[in-house]
């Protein structure tokens, strides 16, 4: 498993464990804290089992242990795609809007904490080469740090790691190589190749570990950094406007793939051609508050698609009290297997719920298959990525993986490349999770399926607002395009 998903109740753990076993006897901790703070916790974790569980030893209330979830991510009685092994170069060239795709950090000069021997110099993690490789004393902390030669702007840095990873580190920038300004920070890293989309300036950039995943040193093969070549994404919060100007229709497709549907909303209203409204304040079978319009809660900026929640006038905070969009193609454009993305920036905040995603036409959920492509809650920087069937037996099944995204509410492409056997899932045009389809029961994934936009307020996942203040919240959505072979 490589994810756990746990939405409490008031009554939350401050300390517990994350553990697995194959028999529920004998059990394995794959994840602990001491300072839990309760709501919604995603965990990124590493472990194998048939079994898992949460291990509470210290409540954070007066009260029990209260879960309104429990979610594991991972791939359960299919088969994923292996984990590259660490003497892996990356495949996935960086192509986030304003990413630059020249790793400006080869060759360039570096310098460590430390190095376990002359044979792994600081130098060795920036040559170019995945067969070499910096590694530092077995101690903590340490860092290593490469000099860019003058100020810029930072938008991506890969790290490929050798066993002996980091668990906890930062990425630090400086103008000077005295001074130190975190631009992100993990402390339950797993290791392999982290390709890590961040956002800041500096000439020294380093990685400034401070926990060992291993009773090893630090041990890098290689250490990118990529730069923006035309300043950062934009950040539309709840009420900005969005900035960047639409890619438009006659976008080049990628390599090896045709356009034969987009729908790049140069307004001025939603193509009904295209669209239809689903509407009403049922719940959605997730207890969700949001009353759904048709059409009324959408417009068009700069060729921009704009769905916002808003409060209804005079309305309370509580079930029905804001209104909200939600959109599909169904019985008007579906598709079967290709490659399905679109260029997207949400809203954050607690109850906040954006999603991006599919259903196939035939049977009822979830036989029918559910592809979440872009899923989000409240106001983390992780994008869910899910699929969801029924088993042999009927019973529901999921897989999914959830990854870090830097500036989550900025611009960025989420898709999926979707073929017979295997349905592989896209941020910024990097793959972070591929799901084997190939022994999945029909209908699901294997029959031509529909899109669906929506901006969901509260429910079972992600809780409930709290305050007004998160009202209205705008979700922008550049274009949806579909290419095949």
């Known amino acids: 498993m490589t994810g756990v998903t746990l939405i409490w109740e008031a009554a939350y753990g401050r300390s517990f464990q994350i553990q697995t076993s194959p028999n529920a006897t004998t059990w394995t901790s794959i994840y602990s804290t001491t300072t839990g703070t309760g709501g919604t916790q995603t965990l990124t974790v590493s472990g194998t089992g048939r079994y898992v569980r949460m291990y509470g030893t210290v409540r954070g209330t007066g009260y029990g242990y209260s879960l309104w979830e429990f979610q594991v991510f991972g791939s359960f009685g299919i088969a994923a795609t292996p984990t590259p092994t660490a003497i892996a170069t990356p ?102 190749i982290q390709t890590l989309n961040i956002a800041g300036t500096g000439r020294y950039v380093r990685m400034y570990g401070t926990v060992r995943g291993t009773g090893y040193g630090y041990s890098l093969w290689e250490f990118s950094v990529y730069t923006g070549t035309s300043g950062p994404t934009p950040t539309p919060g709840p009420t900005a406007t969005p900035t960047a100007t639409p890619t438009g229709p006659t976008a080049t497709p990628p390599a090896g793939w045709n356009l034969v549907w987009s729908d790049e909303f140069n307004g001025p209203s939603v193509d009904t051609s295209n669209w239809s409204f689903q509407t009403g304040c049922s719940g959605w079978g997730n207890g969700e508050w949001e009353d759904y319009t048709s059409g009324a809660n959408t417009s068009f900026a700069s060729g921009v698609l704009v769905i ?178």
């Open 308 to 485: 916002e929640a808003r409060m209804k006038s005079g309305a309370a905070l509580g079930n029905c009290g804001m209104t909200s969009t939600r959109m599909t193609t169904s019985g008007k454009r579906s598709f079967l297997y290709g490659k399905m993305e679109a260029r997207i920036a949400i809203p954050m905040g607690q109850g906040i719920w954006p999603a991006f995603w599919m259903m196939g036409n035939t049977g009822g959920w979830p036989s029918n298959g559910e592809f979440d492509i872009m899923e989000h809650i409240n106001s983390t920087d992780q994008n869910v990525g899910t699929l969801h069937w029924a088993n042999s037996s009927g019973a529901h099944a999921s897989s999914g993986k959830s990854v870090t995204v830097a500036n989550m509410t900025g611009y960025h492409t989420y898709g999926i490349e979707w073929d017979a056997t295997q349905i592989k899932f896209f941020v910024d045009g990097i793959n972070y999770n591929t799901i084997n389809i190939s022994a999945v029961p029909q209908p699901a994934f294997h029959q031509a399926s529909y899109f669906l936009l929506n901006l969901a307020i509260g429910g079972a996942w992600p809780g409930y607002p709290t305050s007004t203040s998160i009202m209205p919240a705008r979700y922008y959505i550049d274009y949806v395009r579909v290419y095949q072979h």
């Open 91 to 192: 495949t996935a060239t960086p192509v986030a809007t304003g990413c630059g795709t020249t790793n400006v950090a080869l060759n360039k000069p570096a310098t460590a904490s430390s190095i376990q021997n002359a044979g792994y110099p600081a130098s060795a993690a920036f040559d170019g080469n995945a067969g070499t490789r910096w590694s530092s004393a077995a101690s903590d902390p340490q860092w290593l740090r490469v000099d860019l030669g003058s100020t810029q702007s930072i938008c991506r840095v890969v790290l490929n790691w050798e066993a002996a990873y980091g668990r906890a580190f930062q990425i630090q920038t400086s103008p000077n190589g005295t001074t130190w300004t975190s631009i992100y920070s993990t402390t339950t890293a797993t290791g392999g």
